[in-house]
């Protein structure tokens, strides 16, 4: 079942420019490149050098190593939620916890859901701690609960229900101890080997303009909206369940419904509300929805249910099968016209919000900063709202104009498309393409501009 709803992940090169950016990253990585400081992300290590790893492996013209690991992440994630729900409420529904953490990890949209990014990698570690805090293994709860932070911040909200479970069930000091020191001595062990200084900017305090709403609330509580609507319409029947025996679940899953509160927490952070975001929900959902059924005991009401979400999810899977791939061949009309131009030992400059370009046309980028966003604080579905030159991670475009100075890139490709960061709306891009270069053609949308004299 994992690996059927699975199936449109390994139908394309990229799902999303997630995927572009930790590919790109993961390159850089490997050509002697250190984390934070030759190459920057406001994310935790553990992705990207994941991404290292799989390409030092099997090479790096291809992510299906890492959308095999995916699928064995998602399953992963079914297997622990389902443990938890056996050890409550027996084997059935055990097996209905699981294959609803299946279903409902492909139930958005597909650039969402089968791309092997960050909430997949996140999740099994996230119910990894939830399992070991059920089953008192405190050590465990707090390295797992790391071990989803260092993926993906938010993952370590995944605490909130341990600390509950803790505090209800063994009070112990030691046990208090072990949970915090599983916790804390990996992440500090993290810090200190990529330099604790840039492992708190990045990972902690470097993202705050990026978490604002700057006036494009309407926006992102439409998308807010929406993402909700659409997980929650995958499991209507089970849902009118809960809501029925709501005060019941309540009192009896309360550790449950804090792993869900904390989940809508990471969701909110941010104030994006993209599809991915919602991942996180999926196996406490999956529990909640579980429990409900436990409690009906009609095994009519419970293949209605699992009917319903496998319907919704076979929904998603047939659009993923038949999703447009032209933003793929876009992108990589643009990225053969780079290769097409430069040489393997020449840096380019794509201005934009597509880094993948950087690892389908094979050419090390000119700065650290692999996007637009992080020198505009653009963010796809904001508009406008927020960003500009002084809206840029600190200290951002001076490092910036002296990686450029160093190495001049060969190509720069104006990526923008009329997007809120196009160069006439940015003096430092405007002003490097006026003073040095020519524009020499376009493709795939994209303008393209020579080093003169090169």
């Known amino acids: 079942m994992t690996v059927l709803v699975h199936v449109p992940a390994f139908t394309r090169a990229l799902w999303n420019p997630d995927e572009g950016y930790l590919a790109t990253e993961a390159r850089m990585l490997a050509h002697g490149g250190t984390l934070y400081v030759d190459v920057v992300d406001r994310k935790p290590p553990l992705l990207p050098w994941l991404y290292q790893g799989a390409f030092a492996l099997f090479g790096s013209d291809s992510l299906w190593p890492l959308r095999v690991l995916a699928v064995l992440a998602c399953l992963a994630t079914a297997l622990f939620t389902a443990a938890v729900a056996r050890r ?34 996140m999740l099994p570690a996230t119910a990894a701690a939830f ?58 062990a993290l810090a200190l080997l990529t330099g604790p200084r840039n492992f708190l900017f990045w990972v902690v305090s470097g993202s705050g303009d990026y978490a604002s709403l700057d006036g494009a609330w309407t926006t992102a509580l439409g998308r807010a909206a929406g993402n909700a609507g659409i997980m929650l319409a995958a ?39 993209f599809g991915h975001y919602y991942l996180q929900l999926v196996p406490p959902l999956a529990l909640l929805c579980a429990g409900a059924l436990h409690r009906v005991a009609e095994p009519r009401w419970t293949r209605v249910a699992v009917t319903w979400t496998a319907m919704a999810a076979a929904v998603f899977v047939a659009l993923g099968l038949l999703a447009s791939t032209q933003p793929l061949t876009r992108v990589r009309t643009v990225a053969q016209a780079v290769d097409a131009d430069t040489g393997p030992d020449q840096r380019v400059l ?17 700065s650290r900063y692999l996007t637009a966003g992080l020198l505009t604080n653009f963010a796809g579905g904001r508009g406008g709202k927020g960003v500009g030159v002084q ?25 923008s498309q009329g997007a809120p ?7 430092p891009i405007r002003d490097l393409l006026a003073a040095r270069y020519e524009r020499v053609g376009t493709a795939g949308g994209a303008v393209i501009y020579r080093l003169r004299g090169r």
């Open 88 to 121: 409550r409420w027996g084997d059935a529904a055990g097996t209905g916890a699981g294959l609803f953490t299946v279903l409902l990890s492909v139930a958005l949209a597909p650039e969402d859901t089968q791309a092997a990014t960050f909430e997949v990698f």
């Open 391 to 415: 809206k840029a991670v600190a200290g951002a475009w001076t490092t910036f104009e002296r990686e450029v100075a160093a190495h001049p890139p060969a190509l720069v490709v104006d990526d």
């Open 350 to 366: 794509v201005w934009g919000m597509h880094p993948e370009i950087y690892w389908l046309a094979d050419r090390a980028p000119a």
């Open 235 to 273: 499991v209507v029947p089970a849902v009118i369940l809960l809501v029925r025996s709501l005060r019941v679940s309540l009192r009896e899953e309360t550790d449950v419904w804090l792993w869900f509160a904390g989940s809508a927490v990471g969701v909110v952070v941010g104030f994006h509300f």
């Open 421 to 427: 960061y196009a160069p006439a709306a940015v003096p």
């Open 131 to 188: 399992w070991c805090a059920s089953t008192r293994r405190w050590a465990g709860a707090g390295l797992a609960a790391a071990l989803a932070a260092m993926v993906k911040q938010t993952g370590g909200v995944v605490l909130l229900p341990a600390l509950y479970l803790l505090w209800r069930d063994d009070r112990r000091p030691r046990a208090a101890l072990r949970l915090l020191l599983g916790f804390v001595v990996p992440v500090a």
